[in-house]
């Protein structure tokens, strides 16, 4: 099959038989409810892209596997340039969306799990990769969106997998049978989980001997028996609901989502396994999947950046405060902040390796780096849109007050900025900045830049880890004139 388009991959999803939950009730059309569409729209933009001249080369890539051009989001990276373009494209996406694209989970899952079943088989003779060479091929031909899944609801941190009273609270095999095995369990906080083909299952963290049932890795139809979802709220989200609902909304086509995917006795069948008790290699996965995942937000959180820096400036311009030096001085601030991540995503791309199966891994410490940083620099960002747009943006009435025949006029009269910009359009880059720091993208951009690809703390772990400290100490003792 030719690259999707964005209406085919709608309609693709249409032909499923996804069960999501949302407000006590299963969603009857998820395709076109209203608080989901937008989510949907986003990815949509993913192969949409593809079919545009200009970004071709950015969105599409040519297959090591068939020869095929696909689509990038399902690519295996063969290079440093593969890498660099990889970021480039999510700052496209994040520009063109102001939101969570959610199809590089998928992309990060692929890379991270095509590199370890090579080293699993290596040591242990199985086919997990064979495996998934088989189920790289059939999402490649087929342009699928993935769910790339390793968040477990973890239960009681202070205990392992096997050590939880519940069983249930990381995912694990329950049965071992002839043709495959039989999971049970959940994953949290499933970015475009509603919105996928499928689910590519990964451990959430390294394992002990005593957790072989849950170093497990699979792939599984979305609409797999056994598989149901439960809708996570956003805030705001219930504005999209809301008859008429438009410039309220700040961002009313584009939007991302979240889900718990429950995983109620699956059965996988075994070419579709690609890991199943080598518990060695869970903390090998984990680690290349996150690190993957701190380099996309190099790439995705900065063009969601380039909007909110460039609403700052627009609101700017509609106060008719452009030109004071304060402002000036805080929208460069914000460049200098988003810039610094774009550096960090496409210096741990540059700085990348080839695995022994082929692909190329990003620069663990610098990836890491990268995502620590995204931890904190949106934020700022964040605080300095606020700061440039004014109280005005949490306080103004409703797009229904300024539509009413009555008080309409008078909000149109007091809520004007320079004269010659209408009133709405002040509104509608005001909505735009509280959907990016407060509303439902502040989802993407805020929270999920703390806790998204691992919290800050799992950053800083793998920085010691990595940084080396031995050899720093070395240079200091020579300079010193300690070591000869
Ligand atoms: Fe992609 Fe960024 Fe969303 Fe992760 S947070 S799925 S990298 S857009
Ligand atoms: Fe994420």
Not at 209 to 214: H, I, L, S, T, V
């Amino acid at each position: 099959m030719a690259l999707m388009n964005g209406e085919q991959y709608i309609e693709s999803l249409r032909k499923m038989n996804i069960k999501v939950y949302m407000f006590g009730e299963l969603v009857e059309n998820p395709v076109d409810h209203p608080m989901i569409r937008p989510s949907i729209n986003s990815v949509a933009m993913t192969y949409e892209l593809a079919h545009v001249a200009e970004h071709e080369d950015l969105m599409t890539a040519t297959s090591h596997l068939t020869g095929q051009k696909v689509n990038r989001f399902t690519h295996l990276h063969r290079s440093t340039d593969d890498l660099r373009k990889k970021v480039k494209m999510q700052r496209l996406l994040g520009q063109k969306t102001s939101s969570c694209f959610q199809r590089c989970v998928g992309m990060d899952a692929f890379n991270a799990v095509f590199s370890t079943t090579f080293e699993i088989d290596k040591k242990h003779g199985t086919k997990y990769h064979e495996n998934f060479i088989k189920y790289m091929n059939f999402v490649q031909e087929n342009d699928l969106t993935i769910d790339g899944a390793m968040t477990d609801p973890k239960g009681d941190r202070s205990l392992s997998p096997s050590q939880q009273p519940d069983p249930d609270l990381f995912l694990h095999v329950v049965e071992q049978r002839e043709d495959g095995i039989v999971v049970r369990g959940a994953k949290a906080h499933q970015t475009g989980a509603v919105n996928s083909h499928e689910h590519l299952i990964m451990p959430t963290i390294a394992m002990r001997e005593d957790d072989k049932a849950y170093a497990v890795s699979f792939a599984i139809p979305s609409d797999a028996e056994g598989i149901f979802m439960i809708y996570g709220r956003q805030s705001c989200d219930t504005r999209r609901l809301e008859e008429g609902a438009d410039i309220d909304l700040g961002n009313k086509q584009f939007g991302g989502q979240e889900a718990l995917v429950v995983f109620n006795d699956v059965f996988i069948p075994n070419d579709r396994i690609f890991l199943n008790g080598e518990t060695e290699f869970a903390g090998m996965l984990v680690e290349r999947f996150a690190g993957y995942h701190r380099q996309s937000y190099g790439g995705c959180k900065v063009g969601v950046g380039d909007v909110l820096i460039g609403a700052a400036a627009v609101a700017a311009e509609y106060n008719g405060a452009d030109k004071a030096s304060h402002i000036k001085d805080k929208l460069i601030e914000m460049t200098h902040l988003n810039e610094t991540l774009y550096c960090c995503g496409i210096a741990c791309s540059s700085e990348g390796y080839p695995t022994e199966a082929g692909n190329y891994q990003i620069d663990l410490l610098l990836a890491n780096i990268c995502k620590q940083n995204v931890t904190r620099y949106p934020y700022e960002i964040a605080r300095l849109a606020e700061d440039i747009a004014g109280g005005l943006m949490v306080t103004m009435p409703s797009a229904k007050d300024f539509k009413h025949p009555e008080i309409g006029p008078i909000c149109e009269k007091y809520f004007k900025g320079v004269n010659k910009v209408p009133t709405e359009q002040r509104m509608r880059i005001l909505r735009l900045i509280e959907n990016l720091t407060l509303g439902t993208a502040a989802v993407g951009y805020r929270t999920e830049s703390l806790h998204g690809a691992g919290s800050p703390q799992a950053q800083r772990i793998m920085i010691a880890r990595q940084s080396n400290m031995q050899h720093k100490k070395e240079l200091a003792r020579k300079i010193a004139g300690i070591d000869k």
